[in-house]
C-alpha cells in the first residue's frame, strides 16, 4: 500500500437518538483530531480494531497481548486510518486508577470510537459518566437507553470526515441488566440507512458487542450482517473468538458485510482497507490480522496454531 501524506480528520459527533432522526439536528459538535502515527489515502479508507481488550495493558501469556503491543504493532503500520473497538475495552474488577491508565493510553493511541460492553455498563451508570469525561474518544451505541446524566455522553453515532470520505459510526449491545433495551438488528439497521441514504455516509461501521455468534434466536453479528442493508463492517465483540482473518457475508439485499473479530486480551489487532473508485464507489476489500508480540522470526501460523492451544486450555479450565 503507497504511502500518502498525513492529513487531519474533522470529527463531527452528532448528538441525535434514533428517535429524533427525522428532526433536524439539535445540537453538532465539531472537532479536529490528528490521528497519532497514522495516514491517510486517497482512494481508500483503513480501519484499525480491537475488541474485549480487559483492561489489559501488559503482555500476558507468552509475552503476547495488551495494549502496550498493540500500540507498539501501529507505530510499525505505513498507512492511516480508524482505531476502533467493539466494546469491553475496561475491567470492571480494576481499580478506578487502573481504568483512568487504560483510557489514558486509548487516547494517547488516537483511538475514535469504541462499543459500550459489559464491562463498561457492570460500573453502574455512574462511575461510567464520570470515567467517560476522560475520554478523548467515543462511545457509541443505538440500542440502549439510558439514565439523563449517560444519555447525554454516549452517542448513537459519529460521523468521521477523512479527507473526501464520509464514514458513519454506531454502535450495539446484548441485553444487560440496568438498562433499557431496544432490539439491536433492528437499531442498527435503522441508523446504518439513515447514515447512508440520509447522511450519505461512503461507508458504514457498527461496532458490535453482541457476540460473534449465539445459540437460537439470540441475534449475534453474524444474525445481524445477514439482516443489514446498509452496514458496510462489524467490528465484532464479546465473546471469546479466535479467527485468522475477517469473514464475509452477504446482507439482505446480497451485498458483502465484513464481520472482523481480533481474538480477546489484546492478542490480536485487525486491519481491514476499503479501497473505492472515482465516484466513491466501492471497488476493494484487503485485511490482515496481527498477533501482538508475536515472536521473531516466527511465522503467523505458529504464533496462531499457539493462541489456539491457549484458548483450548481455557475452555478446559
Not at 91 to 105: A, D, F, L, R
Not at 257 to 273: E, F, K, N, Q, T
Request: with cysteine; aromatic share 6%; hydrophobic share 40%.
Amino acid at each position: 500500500m503507497k504511502k500518502d501524506r498525513r492529513l487531519f480528520l474533522n470529527q463531527i459527533s452528532l448528538m441525535a437518538g434514533v428517535a429524533a432522526l427525522s428532526k433536524p439536528m439539535a445540537s453538532v459538535a465539531s472537532i479536529s483530531k490528528r490521528i497519532n502515527t497514522l495516514n491517510s489515502t486517497n482512494n481508500s479508507i483503513t480501519i484499525y480494531h480491537t475488541n474485549d481488550l480487559h483492561g489489559n495493558l501488559a503482555p500476558g501469556i507468552n509475552n503476547m497481548g495488551g495494549l502496550y503491543q498493540i500500540k507498539a504493532l501501529l507505530k510499525k503500520q505505513e498507512t492511516s486510518g480508524l482505531l476502533l473497538d467493539a466494546g469491553d475495552f475496561l475491567n470492571s474488577s480494576h481499580s478506578p486508577q487502573q481504568q483512568g491508565e487504560v483510557i489514558y493510553t486509548m487516547n494517547n493511541m488516537g483511538y475514535h470510537a469504541a462499543a459500550v460492553g459489559d464491562n463498561e455498563l457492570s460500573l453502574g451508570q455512574d462511575k461510567l459518566a464520570a470515567l467517560i469525561h476522560l475520554m478523548q474518544f467515543s462511545l457509541v451505541n443505538c440500542n440502549y437507553e439510558f439514565e439523563a446524566r449517560l444519555a447525554k455522553l454516549i452517542k448513537p453515532f459519529i460521523i468521521i470526515n477523512s479527507g473526501k470520505f464520509k464514514i458513519g459510526i454506531t454502535g450495539v449491545g446484548h441485553q444487560v441488566n440496568g438498562v433499557k433495551y431496544n432490539d439491536a438488528i433492528q437499531s442498527a439497521n435503522t441508523m446504518a440507512a439513515w447514515l447512508k441514504q440520509k447522511q450519505n455516509c461512503d461507508l458504514v461501521i457498527c461496532l458490535s458487542h453482541l457476540g460473534y455468534s449465539q445459540a437460537s434466536d439470540t441475534p449475534d453479528n453474524q444474525k445481524l450482517a445477514k439482516q443489514s442493508e446498509h452496514i458496510d463492517m462489524i467490528v465484532s465483540g464479546h465473546d471469546h473468538k479466535l479467527l485468522r482473518g475477517p469473514a464475509i457475508t452477504l446482507n439482505k439485499l446480497k451485498k458483502e458485510v465484513v464481520i472482523s473479530h481480533a481474538a480477546w486480551d489484546g492478542l490480536m489487532m485487525g486491519r481491514s482497507v476499503f479501497s473505492f473508485e472515482s465516484g466513491k464507489n466501492r471497488c476493494g476489500f484487503k485485511a490482515k490480522h496481527f498477533i501482538t508480540g508475536q515472536p521473531y522470526g516466527q511465522t503467523f501460523a505458529d504464533s496462531y496454531s499457539g493462541l489456539q492451544s491457549m484458548q483450548k486450555q481455557l475452555a478446559s479450565a
